[in-house]
């Protein structure tokens, strides 16, 4: 008897060929799509191709018909409301950065799928992902990058259990965004041509701050100072939420030069501003860690590790620095260090773990 994969469906191209491989390979395959979150009017998501909007609901079904295999709609909306979208706000309103891939991937697309997926009988869950998950010699389980740098997502992956890892297949890791595309095309998929999704699926007009104004009502913070090191105050900012560390664009300071936010003070609702050799740091401390192809980190190790998704990654010492905090002492230093973001490490092209910056 054929094992049984649940795919995750998101009418992409990426998910459509992780469904065909699978069948291919002789799995039982049954597709889902999570109906996530519907906040926008239904024009906008239609126009931007936000993650829920009918007419990836709709490919996803097309293509499930074209491989002949059952489609379900499953709502996920309370698991994403409180995981992601409360989290994505909070996090803004105390002056960090979110990564929300992070968050949704670890709590939603596999917490909350891996449950209802065991639960129709299935033995694994697939995603479309760009990355491999392999078994290391110390046994434990370990997201791998892709074949391609250029679409790898291993990074926002870091935050996968051992359990959800033991339950995951993801085929689309071996090949490159071309191949996956010639496979659509060959195997008929309609789905072949369609673009990539946004970077945030919940916010397709990529308003942040207005999406957060929203959300928050009352509790958004209201303009405030921007300032320097030393507190000398350059001018009035549109408010905390509207700004992010590294940021040059987008500041409306007159300085005649480049300058960039270097931190944010949420308890005074100031942002701080710097020159370019300012947002650049050789350590930082993260925490909520966890540990993914290493089952702890008992004395320092020599790793790579990335800041954020397009991070290529840097040398790093990590070390211990409490019970659920990690010092990262870069060789070289680093731009942008942002509070929020995930810092994740890899050995031998391996996620060995992360944890949220400081």
């Known amino acids: 008897m054929a094992e049984k994969v649940v795919v995750g469906m998101s009418g992409g191209v990426d998910s459509s060929v992780a469904a065909y491989l699978l069948k291919e390979q002789g799995y039982d395959v049954i597709g889902v799509t999570m109906q996530m979150w519907q906040e926008e009017p239904a024009e906008s998501m239609e126009k931007e191709g936000g993650c829920c909007s009918l007419n990836v609901v709709e490919d996803a079904r097309q293509i499930a018909d074209k491989l002949g295999i059952v489609h379900h709609v499953i709502p996920f909306a309370q698991e994403f409301k409180e995981k992601v979208v409360d989290y994505f706000v909070e996090e803004y309103l105390a002056g960090r950065t979110p990564n929300p891939c992070v968050v949704c991937n670890r709590y939603v697309k596999w917490e909350a799928m891996l449950q209802r997926s065991l639960e129709m009988g299935a033995d694994y869950i697939a995603t479309g992902h760009y990355a491999r998950i392999v078994r290391l010699e110390n046994g434990r389980y370990a997201v791998q990058n892709s074949v391609t740098a250029?679409?790898?997502?291993?990074?926002?992956?870091?935050?996968?259990?051992?359990?959800?890892?033991?339950?995951?297949?993801?085929?689309?890791?071996?090949?490159?965004?071309?191949?996956?595309?010639?496979?659509?095309?060959?195997?008929?998929?309609?789905?072949?041509?369609?673009?990539?999704?946004?970077?945030?699926?919940?916010?397709?007009?990529?308003?942040?701050?207005?999406?957060?104004?929203?959300?928050?009502?009352?509790?958004?913070?209201?303009?405030?100072?921007?300032?320097?090191?030393?507190?000398?105050?350059?001018?009035?900012?549109?408010?905390?939420?509207?700004?992010?560390?590294?940021?040059?664009?987008?500041?409306?300071?007159?300085?005649?030069?480049?300058?960039?936010?270097?931190?944010?003070?949420?308890?005074?609702?100031?942002?701080?501003?710097?020159?370019?050799?300012?947002?650049?740091?050789?350590?930082?401390?993260?925490?909520?860690?966890?540990?993914?192809?290493?089952?702890?980190?008992?004395?320092?190790?020599?790793?790579?590790?990335?800041?954020?998704?397009?991070?290529?990654?840097?040398?790093?010492?990590?070390?211990?620095?409490?019970?659920?905090?990690?010092?990262?002492?870069?060789?070289?230093?680093?731009?942008?260090?942002?509070?929020?973001?995930?810092?994740?490490?890899?050995?031998?092209?391996?996620?060995?773990g992360g944890g949220t910056i400081l």
């Open 150 to 352: 250029k679409k790898d997502q291993t990074y926002a992956l870091y935050g996968l259990t051992q359990e959800q890892l033991a339950h995951t297949l993801m085929p689309v890791g071996d090949y490159t965004k071309e191949q996956i595309r010639q496979i659509a095309r060959e195997a008929g998929l309609t789905t072949a041509h369609k673009p990539d999704s946004q970077e945030i699926c919940f916010i397709p007009d990529h308003d942040y701050a207005a999406f957060i104004d929203r959300q928050a009502g009352e509790r958004v913070p209201g303009r405030g100072n921007f300032v320097t090191a030393a507190g000398e105050v350059l001018g009035e900012h549109l408010g905390i939420t509207h700004y992010t560390v590294g940021q040059r664009k987008g500041l409306n300071l007159a300085m005649g030069r480049p300058v960039f936010v270097t931190r944010i003070r949420p308890d005074t609702d100031e942002v701080v501003i710097g020159e370019a050799e300012d947002v650049f740091s050789d350590i930082l401390y993260c925490h909520r860690i966890n540990y993914m192809g290493m089952a702890d980190l008992p004395e320092k190790r020599m790793v790579t590790a990335k800041i954020r998704y397009a991070h290529q990654g840097e040398e790093c010492l990590i070390e211990k620095a409490g019970e659920d905090k990690i010092k990262c002492t870069f060789t070289k230093p680093v731009r942008a260090i942002t509070p929020g973001q995930a810092v994740v490490f890899y050995e031998d092209g391996c996620v060995l």
